[in-house]
Structure formats: structure tokens, C-alpha cells
């Protein structure tokens, strides 16, 4: 049977102030919790789910001073699940660096590769240099925003704001607002 809202956010509230049993009935009761949570999610990934749940526990409980004791105790909990399964999903994330590009598309039937590769540096070559080089880090060569940022000696921040300007740029540019 699964526990409610309240009878969760009591067992945390208790493990937070050192009643070890409601910590242990906590942690009981959310395995099953985030087994169903992924489960739905990854269908048929039945390792991977395991996982998922495995470095889900260990996050609540190393986050668990982070709990606020006034919000819902799910809804602060399956965030931590979220992000959980989106760096899954980063992690498992296959990647074609774009050298060679060209010939594998045009074995695949598509002739206009390089084209298509001259329309993008086209549009890129039009953007500052700062926004462009994360766009072709961040979305071309698939890094991540954390190796992006320490290639160009810049923080997470400033690529995340880079990438998402250049973006809308571009987007209102091929809109024909731009």
C-alpha cells in the first residue's frame, strides 16, 4: 500500500530530526514509489529503472538537509527523481561528430549534407562568436554545458545564456522577424 503525502513528509520530517525508524519506514516506502516512476518512463529498461531508483535514494538522502518542512515532500522528492532520469538520458545520449558527417549522409541518401552544413555555418557565421562557438560545442558536437564552458574558459552560466540568445536569434531570423 503506498503511504500518503502526509505520512511521507512525517517520515521525513522524523528522519530529519533523528528518529532513524521514520527515516527507515521513509526509505521503505519510496523504493516502490520510484520503482512505478520510472518504470513508466523507461518500459522495459528493467536495469536501468534499478539504477534510476538507486541513485535516486542515494540523492534524497544526501540532499535531505535541503528539504524545506513547509512544501510537499513528493513533489521535492520526485524532482530529485526527474533530474535523476534527464542526466540518465544525457548520459545514454548517442553523438555523431560532425567531420565525416557529410559522407554518412550522402551513403544514406542524402546529397544535399553539405548543404545543409553551409546553411548552418551561414546562420552561425551571422551570430557574435561567443554565441556561435557554444551553439557548434552545445548542439553540433554534442558536449556538455559544463565542457563547453571549460573549453572556452567561461561558466555553465554564460554558456547556458549564449546558447539560449543565439538560439532565439536564429529562430526569429528564419521566422523572417529578424
Known sequence: MRASEDQLR????GGLDGDSAAYTALLDALVPMLRSFFG???R?????????VQDTM?????RRASYDRDRLFTAWAYAIARYKMIDHFRRSRVTVPMEGLENILIAEGFENA???RVDV????????AKQAQVIRQTKIEGLST???AERGAISESA??????????????????DG
Open 10 to 13: 512525517i517520515w521525513m520530517i
Open 40 to 42: 513508466r518512463r523507461l
Open 44 to 52: 522495459g529498461a528493467v536495469d536501468d529503472v534499478e539504477d534510476l
Open 58 to 62: 542515494i540523492a534524497i538522502h544526501t
Open 114 to 116: 553539405t548543404s545543409a
Open 121 to 128: 555555418d551561414r546562420l552561425l557565421d551571422d551570430l557574435p
Open 146 to 148: 559544463a565542457e563547453a
Open 159 to 176: 554558456v547556458k545564456v549564449s546558447v539560449h540568445r543565439g538560439l532565439l536569434t536564429l529562430a526569429k531570423r528564419l521566422k523572417g
